[in-house]
């Protein structure tokens, strides 16, 4: 089965977040859509990075800096060297980069 098959069956829709927002603004577009991550853009909407749970973890909550969500830049947090998938990959192609690399999340 190819990523392409899985998209089709699950939907194609891809949420984002501008590097600009702040993570607050990035972490309520996750809740309101049950997501544990977001695709970053730019300002003419190209994928810039990704901003994910994990991301708060590390590089926010790790620092003690939860009490600055509302300052701090999604651009300024996220994962800017992003792994992407293609949609004519094998999904076992796929699941072998997600464990090697330790990701779970892969645009």
Do not use: W
């Amino acid at each position: 089965m190819t990523i392409r098959e899985v998209l089709r069956r699950k939907g194609s829709k891809v949420i984002t977040a501008y590097e600009n927002q702040t993570v607050q603004e990035a972490l309520q577009i996750m809740v309101e859509n049950y997501i544990g991550a977001v695709v970053v853009v730019n300002i003419h909407n190209r994928m810039a990075g990704i901003f994910t749970e994990r991301d708060i973890l590390r590089r926010i909550a790790g620092k003690g800096e939860c009490d600055r969500i509302a300052e701090i830049k999604v651009g300024d947090v996220m994962t800017s060297d992003v792994i992407v998938g293609h949609p004519n990959a094998d999904t076992e192609c796929v699941f072998k980069t997600v464990t090697e690399k330790r990701i779970r999340h892969l645009p």
